[in-house]
């Protein structure tokens, strides 16, 4: 099976990512998105970490999940707090400050 | 996937357990990080033994000797040579230890000292409850208007934790510019962006914008990262390492490691140039270029004012030093394809902050969009790609964060019941106030329009040159006109300073302590040496221009 | 090493600004003594610079040379030719007269907190213009004089913003807006066309590789440096925006009429008297010198444009309602002359203009001073509300007179022979351009009878009756100016010595020659 | 001897600077002072004069070279005086009605306190006259031109207050710097030409340079001229100029200044000769300048514009001889000193009668003076046979050699030329003698002036008369001395040159006719003025009559055309100024200002919007490096 569907698959999550990311009001929602992202990334990394037959990839893959999952201590942290003083977690809601 | 190909792979996983090499460290050549991040680690500690009264001193102390101590080990190293002769790349190839690496990294460390000084600041505001109070937060976690709030502030509570964060985001941007490798890269990021966003979130007042600061910055911050992933990943895929030298050789095309089956279905290069591509928007956001910027204004306004002034500075040194490296040493053999795309983020850069600035009402917004024009004014210099534009770009950065902390710290003294009058309307007749305040934030302004005889003229001179012969003329014209376009909104603020009678109820100017007199000084005599005398920041710039491969 | 009097001359007034703001806020009066006693040094050492240039000698003379920033290939090269020693003697003598007539414009109002201090800051900054202007007549490193040429809009924008005219119609609040206006105009006009200027320096710095007008002279003379003809046009052409804004010329003179008329009369001098020669100064010392091509090339152009400048500034000034503003509009018209004289590229010509700078700075003091004192005594800026000054006060009017006409060039004073100069330079080589130049002086008398008549003549208004005379003060400043326009006007010998030769090498740089007087027919 | 010169202009511009500069202290001394250096400038040009005369035709032309005055590469001029018989000539008529009309002023400016200014000003005009006349080169001569144009102004203007006074100064001032650019364009021109403005480096090597140049050479200075002796076109500032006290009227707008142009016509004689279209066009401005002043000096009813009329014309004639070449210029000279003395005389003559009068000015209100001011009326009455050429009398023996040699210059031109001549002179003889009989005969027409106090004629003080009397010798004799023998046509022709015209008719015929049309004028005077009473107040009188008392309309000309024009023009390039120049650079900035306002409200604050924008730019980033391959 041709490796590259691997990479094709990858940029479809990627692209459903960013998509989410663009579309989703609730906070949450916006960063699972971004997650999505870093895990098509991931899927790229080992596909092509096994394509290229070294482990480097796959390593990275790992350092992407760790990364991940720091983003996810830091990010809920804020967002609950900004979700207790809104009592709401959508991001249109957080417009305070434009112009 | 057949069984075959998982034992393979599992084979290979195991035959290769044997070549694993035990890693080579050079901990003399790293210590710089290595100082500041164990520093960081014992603030960690700090805050989970030290009783709360002595924590704030404790933090401080450790904070300022740990950046002491680590430009003192850059300086060391400078000395030795590694900032030229011996120059090479330390860690097994994940961190370059070279002249731009050390260059900025001093920077940084001379940046973060002065806006730790900020952080420190504790006179600004009126004692809550028999407490000096600082700009941060009492209890972060504690909702905004809250009783929870209430108790802490009565109890006295202070975020000390924003030091050692400080202190990780600054081990990050250290490694940031010197990571020579890509995994590196992306690691170095994440720690230096995961602490400021949550710095971002512990303003004293105005807490709710803090936070959506945070909640904007993080977001759109991690969106970026995820940009800069996947183009890792591309990259990757193209030259089947992540190392610079490997990807730069890959690219110049003395080796040719690109997968066969990707090769005849996707063109040679369509992998390296997406991948490029999206690690240069990753890095252009960070930097804070157009159309990546737009979370400059409303981070910078949110957040903190202390930390505004850090990131302001310190991210876009790190940042720049990251795309310098990535642009001259993985992809100069992909300049062609580069510099085009680079000349149309410059202009659009300079132009656009420029004129988005004219019309802002809030002195940190109008602060936020000139870095973006000026990210635009640096960039005309990375796009020389000759050794001048490099060492031009530095002294830019050396000359513009100081101004910048600077600026951002007269800022946090302009204050009324609400904390800091950022809307400019209250600036008005601030010249009639407190003459000495105002003439130093005009000598700032001065600066960052680039009148002569400061270092924002020298900067600027330095990067149009480097621009202009490296073959970028019309770039230089379009900069010339958009700081003609910038000097109208930082003459305004002088106007609204100097000419304009002072409103009633203006805010008062509140006098700091010698930490945020200590910021401002040497804002003020950096600005002015660089502007004067800058010879010999030049030279150093100049040594510090060669980048190792 | 011998004394590095340029250096001095610059740096005194510099010193002396310091030290005039740092004077503390009670001991006003001692702050307008120590800038007087300043102003009056570098007079002193403008003078002796005067007597130790020899006319024959270099062509930059009392050089003195420091390596500055040599990434940029900078070097702090000072050194004057006739030229450039003429100009700094017009500064070093009329700053004494400024800070005299100025000496009540900048006394703190009762709405002024203690810490506000205007009059420091007013003395201060004045002397810090007196020194970056005198430094740009020395500076033979085309960066140095770019820096001080810039950096100059700083001092004279606080100087306008700050300390305006406080005979206003509309008001207080009405001249605050109009001066900060005012001020932002002046600085946004001079900061675009330094900033253009920027972009031509550093294409210069590409091209040449250094700064130093010697090693460009000298690369140009062995042929090493040649540029080509576009880029050279295009440099002059970036070098000439920023000066023709400064000088000013038609059609970027509109900053001048405001800031002028905004400004306290001293510092309105100090912008067309003195700034704004630095202007016209360096059209001859840079233009000229660095792109003789493209300036011969441009010349057509500028010549019509400086035609326009006179015979627009001049209509404009008879429109006026505004002394001060007749006066700016006045003063355009004469760049006009002198920008005509300078690209008129005959000696006569260019002497004629360089003479011009000088003389037009003394009438011009002359005339915005008294007219000055004038404005202080009935508050009000309009023509309109003065009349029979003359019966009331009758020296004043007849120190104005004198000054108008020195304005309008009459012989005997000294515009009048620097005016000629400039006409015959520019008949020989452009007959029809000068025959229109001069229509400026019929113009010229139009507009400063026009205005003798409506303010000193005619039945005395009531708003002027009992109007004081001049005061012992006002006389100190005025009478030598008018000494000083007579004895020049009678004997310009001095200064046409030392310009000659400095004009002799202008015209060498872009090898031109007068036209030979031909007796028969020109064809 | 010869550096006696210097003094001639040192005495009264040192005068000058005293009055000027000295302060009230002076107040009582200061008119003493000022005819004193007025006088010792007579005494020495005398003195020179007498030195002049002992030595050959050939020696004497004095020179003097004080300093180099702007010695610039190529372009020498000198502060150098040059006295020959010319230039003394008017030195001797200058400082001498000057001096005399120094003593008049002490009594007619008794009452003004400010009669030390006047006087200042007055020793500053002598200067520069005298300065004007004895330059040795044009620029030199220019500093004059223009000193005398602004003592003028400043006379004028004397009496500030009166707006109308004001006003006319303006004006004067202005005509006059309209012929100055022309004089500054000649220079110019000799300057491209000769390399220089000496006269003499000019004059000599004058005939080598092509006829083209010379003519616009001659044709700018004809242009100077016309402007200074308030010739067609430039002669409508003379009337107003009236404004000014009457001393002033008599020494500058009559005797003296006016006359400038006469001189610098034939001073440049030479380039005229080489030139004859200048010369045609000199005449011509000459006779239709006669002709104009005459006819208005016929409408006025003001005596002195009356008067100034008459200046207008007789210079008119001046004009006339010196645009006739060789065959002129000495004539043109003897006419103007002669000229110097009677009209100087006519308008001391009317200034007393104001003084006598509460300064009234209008004939019609004058009447039957002449038992009342006897001295007034003798020195007029002579002063007035003298200019309408009365036979014996010095405006005889000048104004008909002009007649003359205007006849001479032959052909049709000659014709027309010399009937305009005779026409002017019955003109001429017309309108005096209706002064005449206005002011000194019929019944009195006196009314109380505006104050109501009743006017009470009386003879003016000695210091008014004596100088009075003097010029009234100067006008019976003066014409007789010079032309008997033709002294001065010897005296001046060794400068000017001179050449006899053939006339097609003889001296004789001429004279004659000047008789006849001498009689035919002072008849029809008589037959209107002296048969039956003048009325009070003016008939409407004919066409003509009304455009005269307009001074022809031309006024009106000047005030529509240029005044409002002018106006028009300036008001609206305020507006172009303000609105389209000033307009453009607001107009960017403001466009800039609001490019600013449309793209900040693209910061809406949504963190969506914000993603969006660096989704695109990472798009268009990496769509652009893909084209950037692709192509």
């Known amino acids: 099976m041709n490796p590259v569907n691997y990479l094709y698959l990858a940029s479809l999550l990627f692209t459903i990512g960013a998509a989410g990311v663009l579309i989703r009001r609730n906070a949450i929602v916006v960063f699972m998105c971004v997650e999505l992202m870093l895990n098509a990334c991931n899927l790229a990394f080992v596909a092509f970490s096994r394509m290229h037959g070294n482990l480097d990839g796959q390593i990275i893959a790992f350092f992407t999940m760790v990364v991940a999952a720091a983003e996810v201590v830091v990010g809920l942290a804020i967002i609950v707090s900004l979700f207790r003083a809104r009592h709401s977690a959508s991001v249109d809601d957080a417009s305070l400050m434009k112009l | 996937m057949s069984a075959a190909s998982v034992h393979s792979l599992w084979t290979m996983g195991a035959d290769s357990t044997a070549k694993i090499p035990t890693p080579h460290i050079e901990y003399a050549q790293l210590s710089p990080v290595l100082i500041v991040l164990g520093a960081a680690c014992l603030g960690v500690l700090v805050e989970a033994f030290v009783p709360r009264k002595g924590r704030y001193y404790a933090q401080v102390f450790l904070a300022v000797v740990a950046l002491v101590a680590s430009f003192a080990a850059i300086v060391a190293l400078a000395a030795g040579g590694y900032g030229s002769t011996k120059a090479h790349i330390a860690a097994m190839g994940a961190v370059a230890v070279d002249g731009p690496a050390l260059f900025l990294q001093g920077t940084i460390l001379l940046a973060s000292l002065v806006s730790i000084f900020t952080f420190a600041e504790r006179r600004l505001d009126p004692e809550a409850h028999g407490n000096r109070v600082d700009s941060f937060a009492a209890q972060a976690a504690s909702v905004p208007g809250s009783e929870s709030e209430q108790s802490a502030v009565k109890a006295g509570f202070t975020t000390t934790e924003v030091f050692p964060l400080a202190l990780f985001a600054v081990g990050g941007m250290l490694v940031f510019p010197a990571a020579n490798d890509l995994l590196t890269l992306f690691i170095a990021l994440e720690v230096f962006s995961l602490p400021l966003y949550l710095l971002c979130a512990v303003a004293r007042r105005k807490r709710l914008m803090s936070q959506e600061a945070a909640v904007k910055y993080f977001l759109l911050g991690a969106f970026s990262s995820a940009f800069l992933l996947f183009g890792i990943a591309l990259l990757y895929g193209y030259a089947g390492s992540v190392s610079y030298a490997k990807i730069a050789a890959v690219v110049e095309g003395s080796v040719s490691t690109i997968d066969p089956a990707l090769a005849d279905t996707m063109g040679n290069d369509a992998l390296l140039l997406i991948g490029a591509a999206m690690i240069l928007a990753g890095l252009l956001f960070k930097v804070g270029a157009v159309p990546f910027h737009m979370w400059t204004p409303d981070v910078y306004q949110g957040a903190p004012t202390p930390v505004t002034g850090f990131m302001a500075a310190a991210t876009k040194v790190a940042a720049f030093g990251a795309l310098l490296r990535l642009l001259y040493v993985v992809l100069p053999g992909l300049r062609w394809d580069w510099r085009p795309v680079m000349w149309a983020v410059a202009i659009v850069t300079m132009l656009g902050g420029a004129i988005v600035a004219i019309t802002q009402t809030d002195i940190k917004r109008l602060l936020a969009y000139s870095s973006i024009a000026h990210a635009g004014f640096i960039l005309a210099g990375v796009i020389a790609t000759t050794p001048d534009g490099v060492s031009a770009v530095l002294f830019y950065l050396g000359g513009y964060s100081f101004v910048t902390i600077g600026a951002f710290a007269v800022v946090t003294l302009v204050r009324d019941a609400g904390g800091e009058a950022t809307h400019l309307s209250k600036w008005a007749g601030l010249g009639r106030r407190s003459p000495l305040v105002a003439a130093v934030f005009a000598i700032f302004l001065l600066a960052f329009a680039g009148i002569p005889l400061t270092s924002g003229f020298a900067g600027k001179f330095a990067v149009f040159k480097a621009a202009a012969e490296g073959g970028a003329g019309p770039l230089v014209v379009v900069g010339v006109l958009s700081s003609a376009v910038a000097a109208f909104f930082y003459i305004r603020v002088i106007v609204l300073m100097f000419f304009s009678e002072p409103k009633a109820d203006g805010p008062t100017v509140a006098v700091p302590s010698p930490l945020t007199m200590t910021t401002i000084g040497v804002g003020v005599a950096v600005t002015l040496v660089l502007g004067v005398a800058p010879q010999y920041f030049l030279d150093l710039a100049n040594q510090a221009s060669v980048f190792v491969r | ?523 | 001897m010869e550096n006696l010169i210097a003094l001639l202009v040192a005495a009264p511009l040192l005068g000058a600077v005293v009055l000027l500069c000295g302060g009230r202290r002076l107040d009582r001394i200061g008119h003493l002072l000022g005819t004193v250096l007025a006088a010792a400038s007579f005494v020495i040009g005398a003195v020179l004069f007498v030195d002049m005369l002992g030595k050959g035709a050939e020696e004497r032309t004095f020179t003097q070279h004080l300093f180099s005055w702007v010695p610039v590469e190529g372009f020498q001029a000198d502060v150098g005086f040059q006295l020959d018989q010319l230039s003394m000539t008017f030195v001797l008529l200058i400082s001498g009605v000057g001096t005399l009309i120094h003593i008049y002023s002490i009594g007619y400016m008794e009452h003004d306190e400010r009669r030390r200014r006047f006087f200042g000003y007055l020793n500053l005009f002598v200067a520069a006259m005298l300065l004007l006349v004895i330059a040795d080169n044009y620029l030199l001569l220019y500093v004059g031109w223009e000193g005398v144009g602004l003592a003028s102004y400043l006379l004028i203007g004397f009496w500030q207050h009166k707006p109308s006074a004001a006003t006319a100064a303006k004006k004067a001032f202005l005509v006059n710097r309209v012929g100055d650019m022309g004089l500054s364009i000649a220079i110019m021109l000799m300057f491209t030409t000769f390399g220089t403005f000496a006269f003499g480096s000019v004059l000599p090597s004058a005939t080598d340079a092509s006829e083209g140049k010379l003519t616009a050479i001659g044709l700018m200075l004809l242009l100077a001229a016309c402007g200074k002796s308030a010739q067609v076109p430039l002669q409508s500032w003379l009337g107003d100029a009236m404004e000014g006290p009457t001393p002033v009227s008599a020494l500058i707008h009559a005797a003296t200044m006016v006359t400038a142009g006469v001189y610098l016509i034939v001073r440049s004689g030479v380039i005229f000769n080489a030139a004859p279209d200048a010369q045609t066009a000199v005449t011509v401005v000459g006779a239709v300048t006669l002709l104009f002043g005459a006819i208005v000096g016929c409408a006025k009813d003001d005596i002195k514009k009356a008067l100034a009329g008459s200046t207008m014309s007789q210079i008119g004639y001046m004009i006339l001889a010196a645009g006739l070449g060789p065959i002129g210029y000495v004539f043109a000279i003897m006419h103007l000193v002669t000229h110097g003395f009677f009209k100087a005389g006519l308008f001391l003559g009317a200034g007393s009668v104001m003084h006598g009068m509460n300064d009234e000015v209008d004939m019609r209100k004058y009447g039957a003076l002449r038992k009342y001011m006897p001295i007034t009326f003798a020195t007029f009455g002579l002063g007035y046979l003298a200019i309408i050429g009365f036979p014996g009398l010095s405006g005889f023996f000048s104004k008909d050699k002009i007649i003359e040699a205007a006849f001479a210059k032959g052909g049709t031109e000659g014709w027309i030329l010399g009937g305009v001549a005779l026409l002017g002179a019955a003109i001429t003889a017309f309108y005096m003698t209706r002064v005449m009989l206005m002011t000194f005969f019929g019944e009195k027409r006196w009314e109380n002036d505006a104050d109501g106090n009743q006017p009470h004629p009386h003879e003016s003080p000695r210091s008014m008369t004596i100088p009075m009397i003097v010029l009234a010798f100067g006008s019976v004799f003066a014409g007789g001395i010079f032309g008997v023998g033709d002294r001065f046509l010897k005296w001046l022709e060794p400068v000017t040159g001179h050449a006899e015209g053939d006339s097609p008719v003889s001296a004789m015929t001429v004279t004659a006719a000047t008789m006849v049309v001498l009689v035919i004028g002072v008849g029809i005077a008589w037959a209107v003025y002296g048969r039956r009473p003048v009325p009070a107040v003016a008939p409407r009188g004919s066409l003509l009559t009304r455009a005269a008392r307009r001074d022809l309309l031309q006024d009106d000309f000047n005030h529509v055309v240029l005044v409002r024009g002018g106006e028009h023009l300036t008001r609206s390039l305020v507006y172009v100024d303000h609105t389209l120049v000033d307009g453009v650079v607001n107009g960017t900035a403001a466009s800039v200002g609001g490019l600013s306002g449309r793209l900040r409200k693209l910061q809406n604050g949504y963190a969506r919007t914000y993603a969006v924008s660096m989704f695109g730019g990472a798009a268009i980033i990496i769509a652009a490096t893909l084209l950037m391959r692709a192509v």
């Not at chain 3, 702090?76 to 030719?81: K, S």
């Not at chain 3, 203009?353 to 001073?369: D, F, K, P, R």
């Not at chain 3, 400063?448 to 002027?464: D, H, I, W």
């Not at chain 3, 005025?478 to 046409?496: D, Q, R, S, W």
């Open chain 3, 1 to 523: 090493m011998s004394f590095p009097l340029l250096t001095a001359t610059a740096a005194l007034p510099a010193v002396g600004a310091i030290a005039t703001a740092a004077v503390p806020a009670a001991r006003r009066t001692a702050a307008k003594w120590l800038a007087l006693l300043v102003s009056l040094g570098t007079l002193v050492l403008g003078a002796i610079q005067l007597v130790r240039f020899e006319p024959g000698g270099a062509r930059y003379q009392l050089t003195e040379s420091h390596a500055w920033i040599a990434d940029f290939g900078v070097r702090y090269e000072l050194g004057v030719d006739g030229i450039g020693v003429a100009l700094i003697a017009l500064t070093a003598l009329l700053m004494p007269f400024v800070i005299l007539a100025g000496w009540h414009d900048a006394d703190p109002l009762e709405t002024h907190n203690s810490r506000w201090r205007p009059t420091q800051g007013f003395f201060a900054l004045i002397l810090a213009v007196e020194a970056m202007v005198i430094l740009s007549f020395e500076a033979t490193d085309v960066f140095l004089f770019y820096i001080l040429f810039e950096a100059m809009l700083i001092p004279m924008y606080f100087l306008i913003g700050g300390f305006g005219d406080r005979a206003h119609a509309g008001g207080d609040e009405a001249a605050a807006t109009q001066r900060s206006y005012a001020a932002v105009k002046f600085l946004l006009y001079n900061l675009v066309g330094g900033l253009i200027m920027l972009a031509a320096v550093i294409g210069l710095y590409v091209v040449a590789g250094t700064f130093s007008l010697s090693e460009i002279a000298a690369a140009r003379a062995n042929g090493s440096l040649d540029m080509a003809t576009n880029t050279e046009r295009l440099l002059f052409l970036g070098f000439f925006f920023a000066f023709a804004v400064k000088a000013p010329l038609w059609p970027l003179h509109t900053w001048l009429p405001n800031a002028m008329g905004e400004a306290t009369a001293p510092v309105a001098v100090l912008i067309t008297a003195v700034v704004d020669k630095v202007g016209t100064f360096a059209m001859l010392r840079f233009c000229l010198q660095l792109f003789p091509e493209a300036s011969k090339w441009a010349t057509p152009v500028i010549l019509v444009l400086a035609l326009i400048s006179i015979v627009y500034g001049a209509l404009l000034a008879v429109g006026q309602r505004d002394i001060k503003r007749l006066i700016a509009y006045a003063s355009i018209s004469h760049f006009g002359f002198i920008i005509l004289g300078i690209f008129a590229m005959t000696t006569q010509g260019q002497s004629g203009a360089t003479l011009y700078m000088v003389n037009h700075g003394i009438s011009t003091a002359a005339l915005m001073l008294v007219a000055g004192f004038l404005i202080s005594r009935r508050g009000s800026r309009l023509i309109s509300d003065y009349g029979g000054v003359q019966k009331v006060a009758p020296v004043l009017a007849g120190t104005f007179l004198i000054g108008g006409l020195a304005t309008l060039s009459l012989p005997g004073l000294a515009p009048f022979v620097s005016e000629f100069l400039v006409l015959v330079g520019v008949f020989s080589a452009y007959p029809v351009v000068g025959i229109i130049a001069t229509v400026g002086i019929v113009l010229a008398a139009l507009y400063v009878l026009v205005l003798y008549q409506r303010t000193m003549t005619g039945p005395v208004k009531e708003s002027v009756r009992g109007m004081p005379d001049l005061k012992v003060r006002e006389l100190a400043v005025v009478v030598p100016l008018i000494a000083l326009l007579v004895f020049l006007g009678v004997y310009p010998k001095p200064l046409t010595e030392i310009i000659n030769p400095a004009v002799q090498h202008t015209m060498s740089d872009v090898q031109k020659h007068d036209p030979k007087p031909q007796v028969e027919a020109v064809k």
